[in-house]
């Protein structure tokens, strides 16, 4: 090894890269042995990746912006009264002062209060629950959503990918043929339909768990499963396809060839670089499943997010449309980056360079 | 790598459940309902759905409330029965000895007048202030005059900010007497504004106003402050007094007999001292800057603190003891309440179920006691199982509410297309064409009775309305020909414009014009807030409407007909029509009242029809066979406080 060292090259085993390069010596701290580049934990981490999460947060921000003022403009461009939220027509005068007061009579106005209020972390009124604000709706509802969501997420891994795995290695066996099958009714069936059965017969029927609502463990299996299946269905096919296409590639068969055992070969060596197409759907399907399912949130009467967003939509409610539009955007982004990183430890191949 | 993610999901659902499974059970409650969607608001003033006012009715108390059976007014707050003066104009209340808010306080005249005077407001935006504007002497005259002075404070804090105002807004600054201040001030805002409609000359005075170096921030201040200083004095000319802490004496505009009914509604109930703790105030004064009468809104909120606020204060059966949005309301017997040894419920949770589907099936396996509403897609078979008595914990509550379309009796033309509704000949051929027995037996079969008149038949004592027009095709294909829509040149063609729960009665009221009179009929179909729009603007040629009653009394019905009426969507306009209305309220008898009243329902149904009315709702409810004391009644209004579970 010493014969291929470059002539005047120092190795590192001689002293930090500064004393190597003739710089002065440096602080005790940048001595500290747990100081390392973050390209010594992990091969695929590194100064580029930091750069990478640096641009895409910035980026972020521009379409969190855009994506206000698409919404915005949708939203003082459909038609009906925003504030006319009673049974009965509001005078016009009372129509006025309402307008007045949430500032909603000059558009100008409220778009720019309504996006400093949101730099601030407050999102104004909402017209719909007069009582309410839609920090406080927002509050109480996405914690509910996240867990159902990050419930739902879990368990559709959890099914979907050793299901894939195991479909990929018993392709066109009876196990393969069930699997699509299963896969092909989750994908289809729509979650009320799956939702009321489940209903119907757990809580009717065999009366295990309460009918709907929210707050106690008895509450949380059904929306999850429900919520589950058609994710689980569509990991299972990524998985699956993944699979199929690894267990075809040089380095299977080189380590099949090594003597390495089948378990080892599909669930160390093979899992990895198969579950990057998972990866990169679970991104967005967890922001999705976080913010809820306003289907299954209906059918359970679980108190989400997800309804909010269609009846923020129905009631023509600008403050509650702008707020969930841009919590959903900012999960979404979140999300997504966070799948980009998750790339970069996943298959050190890919260096940060996506 | 897949292990650690796989365990971070087995670990995951773990501890949710951990989670989950370490909180504490809170004890059912003893009276449990349903509510679809939660409550829009629990402001007694602003509230106008149903779903809101019974918890209001509950949770607060008005001068006098509501029989559980007949919704006949009953003693409240106030002794009964109450004083009334020979004119009839005079009510004087005396509250009760023991009648206190939930915190001890006791409920004085004081509360209810600012109950009121805070419903009348233009800051509170109440959909029901007409009850108190309408009846109470000076209370339109004092809402009409803030109404300005908000209008020119609004237009001098925009110019104070830099904003452009409107036409309008500008029209009203120069009428309000700060004008001259800021003419005398000099500059360039001091030339005369222009004529009316002179747009161009507005567009430029607009650009003067805000672009011109005026110190709009002082002149609005000035004129803050002189509005602030003539408030109270002009709310002293509103008929309320005081006579002393327990008695209220309110003056009317006019008799009223239905007056006592009025004072049982949410809008009218008093409203605890401490909400003025979360008053907005500007400059010290408890007006914001545009000079509205604003609360902080989360007063309703039992768990508020700000300001040395304690939570919200009712004077009912009920305390509000814990509100989680879109989950449930939990209301708490009030331990100060008069009559608290008669409430048998401690406890009453309203659940929010969004599907109506999921709540039937909670009522049925007994998760909840009772549900005011059924609207479920098979409600045929609800009603069904109702009127044969194969359930009879179902019950079809014979409601008085009006389900009816509007004929749009002013436009010209409605987009482009002449409007022919405008001869009332063509209304009444349509009415004659339809056949609302078989409208409401065959195509709804929901239970409800077909109506032939605005009012409800045999639901307000003391009043029954005409008889309306039945079936007769042939007399409708004269009056068309008689209207000048002889064959060769047809009726055009007519739009029926609807919400998605409607499509069934349109489809069938199109086939019954298009078979019995030739009349080609198109159906339009709009989502509920454009629709509410476009009919208000009437934009439309025939729209469905609902109407549902707020007091026991025809007037109720027949006001939005009235000519200018904000509810009158339809456009009609009869000078004949108001003129008996108008003697109906001044008339002293009860019997010349409703003949009089009569008269000008069968203007309405017979001879001009404005309207079409179709059917008279029956509501199906459900209240399981243990609960005792809520009874089916027209107005849907269930006191909690005489409900009793066997368990």
């Known amino acids: ?354 | 790598m897949i292990r650690v993610l796989l365990l971070g999901c087995l670990l995951l659902i773990g501890l949710a459940g951990a989670w989950y499974g370490s909180r504490a059970s809170e004890p059912p409650a003893d009276f449990r309902y349903v509510n679809p969607s939660d409550l829009h608001t629990l402001d007694p003033a602003r509230m106008s759905w149903t779903p809101d006012l019974r918890v209001a009715l509950n949770v607060w108390e008005g001068l006098t409330s509501y029989d559980p059976q007949t919704t006949a007014p009953v003693e409240g707050t106030a002794l009964w029965p109450p004083t009334c003066s020979p004119d009839r104009r005079v009510y004087t209340f005396a509250l009760r000895p023991d009648a206190r808010w939930s915190n001890g306080d006791p409920v004085t005249a004081a509360d209810f007048i600012r109950g009121w005077r805070r419903a009348v407001e233009p800051g509170t935006a109440a959909d029901y202030a007409f009850l108190i504007t309408d009846y109470v002497a000076g209370a339109k005259e004092y809402g009409r005059w803030r109404l300005e002075g908000v209008g020119v404070l609004t237009a001098l804090s925009r110019l104070s900010d830099g904003w452009r105002i409107t036409p309008e807004q500008a029209q009203a600054l120069v009428r309000h007497p700060i004008w001259r201040d800021v003419q005398a001030a000099g500059g360039p805002a001091s030339l005369p504004p222009p004529a009316a409609d002179d747009k161009p000359a507005w567009d430029a005075f607009l650009d003067r106003l805000t672009r011109g170096a005026v110190d709009w921030r002082g002149f609005h201040d000035a004129a803050f402050e002189a509005h602030v200083a003539e408030m109270d004095e002009r709310f002293a000319s509103v008929g309320l007094r005081a006579v002393d802490e327990r008695t209220l004496e309110v003056r009317l505009a006019r008799p009223c007999p239905y007056f006592l009914d009025l004072t049982a509604f949410p809008t009218l109930m008093p409203i605890h001292a401490s909400i003025e703790l979360l008053r907005e105030c500007y400059r010290g004064a408890p007006l914001t800057a545009e000079g509205l009468v604003a609360y902080d809104p989360q007063w309703t909120k039992p768990d508020y603190r700000r300001n040395g606020y304690g939570g919200l204060v009712s004077n009912g059966a009920y305390g509000v003891a814990d509100w989680r949005f879109k989950r449930r309301l939990r209301l708490a017997a009030n331990p100060y309440y008069h009559d608290r040894e008669t409430v048998a419920c401690q406890t009453v949770d309203m659940l929010v179920y969004p599907d109506v589907s999921t709540s039937l099936l909670a009522y049925e396996t007994g998760e909840v006691d009772f549900l005011p509403a059924m609207e479920v897609p098979f409600d045929h078979e609800i009603a069904r199982l109702a009127e044969s008595g194969e359930r009879p914990d179902f019950h079809l509550c014979v409601t008085l509410a009006t389900y009816f379309f509007n004929f749009n009796c002013a436009s010209e033309e409605v987009e482009g297309r002449p409007n022919p509704l405008r001869d009332a000949r063509v209304r009444r051929a349509l009415s004659l064409a339809t056949d609302r027995e078989a409208l409401v037996k065959r195509v709804l079969q929901r239970g409800d009775r077909p109506a032939h008149s605005l009012v409800p038949p045999d639901a307000i004592p003391g009043y029954q309305p005409p008889a309306g027009l039945r079936p007769d095709p042939e007399a409708a294909r004269r009056l068309l020909v008689e209207a000048g829509y002889a064959p060769g040149s047809e009726v055009p063609p007519l739009e029926i414009l609807y919400t998605p729960s409607d499509e069934r009665v349109c489809q069938a009221l199109a086939r019954m014009w298009e078979e019995e009179l030739g009349i080609r009929v198109e159906l339009r179909c709009k989502e509920t807030k454009t629709f509410a729009e476009d009919r208000a603007a009437q934009r439309y040629l025939i729209a469905r409407a609902n109407w549902y009653a707020d007091y026991n009394d025809p007037t109720t019905f027949l006001d939005c007909l009235l000519t200018g009426n904000g509810n009158n969507d339809s456009g009609y306009a009869n000078p004949a029509y108001d003129a008996l209305l108008a003697e109906a309220a001044e008339a002293a008898d009860a019997a010349v009242r409703a003949e009089l009243l009569q008269q000008a329902e069968a203007l309405i149904v017979e001879q001009d029809c404005p309207i079409l009315p179709i059917l008279h709702y029956a509501t199906p409810i459900a209240i399981k066979p243990n609960v005792h004391g809520l009874y089916p009644n027209a107005r849907l209004v269930f006191p909690f406080r005489y409900v009793r579970v066997e368990r």
């Not at chain 1, 289907?295 to 409610?317: C, R, S």
């Not at chain 1, 702008?322 to 890919?350: G, K």
């Open chain 1, 1 to 354: 090894m010493a014969k291929s060292r470059r002539a005047g090259a120092m190795l590192s085993r001689d002293g930090p890269a500064n004393v190597r390069a003739g710089m002065p010596a440096p602080s005790a701290w940048a001595c500290h042995p747990y100081r390392r580049r973050a390209s010594a934990w992990h091969p695929g981490l590194g100064s580029a990746s930091l750069r990478l999460v640096l641009r895409r947060l910035g980026w972020g921000v521009v379409t969190l912006a855009c994506v206000y003022a698409v919404t915005f403009v949708m939203v003082i461009s459909v038609p009906g009264n925003p504030v006319q939220q009673g049974a009965r027509n509001l005078p016009p005068a009372a129509a006025q002062a309402l307008r007045v007061r949430y500032s909603m009579d000059n558009n100008w106005r409220y778009f720019g209060e309504f996006a400093w209020g949101a730099l601030r972390g407050d999102f104004g009124p909402t017209f719909m629950y007069a009582d309410w604000t839609c920090n406080q709706i927002i509050a109480q509802a996405l914690p509910v959503s996240a867990v159902l969501g990050v419930l739902a997420i879990a368990l559709a891994v959890l099914i979907g990918v050793p299901a894939g795995v195991l479909s990929a290695v018993r392709r066109d066996r009876w196990f393969d043929w069930l699997t699509l099958g299963c896969v092909l009714v989750g994908i289809s069936l729509p979650t009320f339909v799956t939702g009321s059965v489940l209903l119907l017969v757990f809580a009717v029927y065999l009366h295990v768990v309460p009918i709907g609502g929210w707050g106690t463990l008895a509450h949380l299996p059904l929306p999850a499963v429900t919520l589950a299946l058609p994710f689980a269905a569509y990991i299972t096919r990524l998985t699956r396809v993944g699979m199929l296409d690894v267990l075809g590639s040089d380095f299977i068969r080189t380590a099949r060839a090594k003597g390495l055992s089948r378990r080892t070969v599909i669930w160390k060596h093979a899992l990895k670089p198969a579950a990057l197409p998972v990866l990169s759907y679970l991104g967005p399907a967890t922001a999705q499943a976080m913010t809820g399912s306003f289907v299954v949130e209906k059918v359970f009467a679980v108190p989400g997010l997800g309804q909010h967003f269609v009846n923020a939509a129905l009631n023509h409610d600008p403050g509650l449309i702008l707020s969930t539009v841009l919590v959903l955007a900012a999960l979404l982004i979140a999300f997504n980056i966070m799948v980009d990183v998750l790339y970069a430890w996943v298959d050190p191949r890919i260096k940060g360079a996506v």
